[in-house]
């Protein structure tokens, strides 16, 4: 098994990526937005978003009033949606989050919360001179007492493909204690590296994604606006983690699933954009046509039992946080796919890991164990947590 690390930016290390600020800069007038404090209730305007594959739709929208949140200093605005399209799907929908609304042809913000079985029509727009400035605010989901009722963000759970159940459990279990929601979708197919160019703006679905390869590891949301090489998306954050380094995929929505709670969309990644630099409360912050710094997951597994070989390779987000585990449940899952089965047995693991200093480390081991797989993965957990410190 060889596992490396190709970093757009050295760092320290095998995990230690350093970065540098990252400040949206614009050149758009400020005529290309309409100004918060201009909104006024029963202003009407409209939306983009897709509903299924990459087709941009138009839908309606009138401003109710304006909210302060139930702590900071941050206002949303509530409105109300309308369109065929849109009451065909369920109304709002997780996945929507990031669908650019605008009043006057400028642009006012962003969808970005909703209410869980409540009215399906309402929504928060979160305004774009936050998301322009990427500022703070203070949780992600907020009482607004007209209402009696807890707004949350209109984003999907993170959802994880290509993975038999044992690998799922076992990531969700892992993922969840870096507060992410998780749920299980069919295999997507493999998604490259290969970039793609001027495949998104306003309305275009994307997907953000930790892994990309042979398994996937993502969540949906909807461009919100592209100035030049950057684009801003979702109106909330992914999981508030500020400086980050996602990969960005345009998305296609397979479809848009009605629900009594609350719809969402189920959808798949298609082409390499770029890559999510930002992650904050007001919204996640992208860069178009860079690579972030990854760790690139090639295996090699051979069962014996069956005569079977099998190779897999899968890309991993250099977080150090969260790349152990990322690695080590894809691995867990590779193995499990190619012996198919859970139970005892021999195996000789020789692990090769290249840190960005060049200096390889390698490693070989037999082991015999009532649980293979898992027993494959120790020296590989202890060997990525001792480089991780």
Not at 5 to 17: N, V
Not at 111 to 140: H, Q, R, W
Not at 231 to 247: C, I, M, T
């Amino acid at each position: 098994m060889l596992v490396q690390k190709t970093c757009r930016k050295i760092g320290l290390l095998f995990f230690i990526i350093a970065f540098t600020a990252c400040i949206v800069q614009t050149t758009m007038g400020v005529d290309q937005f309409f100004p918060l404090d201009k909104i006024k209730p029963g202003m009407k305007g409209y939306g983009y978003t897709v509903f299924s594959g990459t087709k941009i739709e138009k839908f309606g929208i009138e401003v109710i009033g304006i909210a302060d949140k139930s702590t900071g200093k941050s206002k949303l605005i509530l409105v109300k949606l309308s369109g065929k399209l849109l009451e065909e799907n369920g109304g709002l929908s997780a996945g929507m989050s990031g669908s650019p609304v605008y009043i006057h042809n400028q642009l006012v913000g962003a969808i970005s919360y909703g209410f869980e079985n409540a009215d399906s029509l309402l929504a928060f727009v979160t305004p774009i001179d936050l998301m322009l400035n990427m500022k703070e605010s203070d949780e992600d989901a907020f009482y607004f007492p007209a209402y009696h009722q807890k707004a949350i963000p209109v984003s999907t759970p993170v959802i994880i493909s290509g993975m038999k159940k044992r690998g799922f459990d076992l990531l969700s279990h892992s993922l969840e204690t870096y507060g992410f929601k998780t749920v299980a979708a069919l295999d997507t197919g493999e998604s490259s590296l290969e970039m793609g160019k001027n495949l998104i703006k306003p309305g275009s679905a994307i997907s953000v994604m930790m892994v990309t390869g042979d398994y996937q590891v993502s969540a949906l949301g909807t461009v919100t606006w592209v100035g030049g090489k950057e684009f801003l998306a979702f109106g909330h954050s992914y999981n508030n983690k500020g400086k980050v380094d996602y990969f960005a995929y345009q998305a296609a929505i397979l479809k848009t699933v009605r629900s009594s709670q609350m719809a969402f969309k189920i959808g798949t990644p298609l082409k390499l954009i770029g890559r999510i630099t930002e992650d904050r409360q007001s919204g996640i912050l992208g860069k178009l046509e860079e690579i972030p710094a990854y760790i690139p997951v090639q295996l090699a597994i051979r069962d014996n039992e069956r005569n079977r070989i099998r190779q897999s390779i899968f890309y991993v987000q250099a977080n150090e946080l969260m790349a152990r585990d990322l690695v080590v449940a894809g691995v867990t899952d590779a193995i499990d796919q190619t012996i198919d089965r859970v139970g005892p047995g021999t195996a000789n693991v020789y692990i090769e890991v290249v840190p960005s200093s060049g200096e390889k480390i390698d490693q070989q081991n037999l082991f015999y164990s009532k649980d293979i797989a898992t027993a494959c993965t120790k020296d590989l957990n202890d060997l990525l947590t001792l480089i991780a410190g």
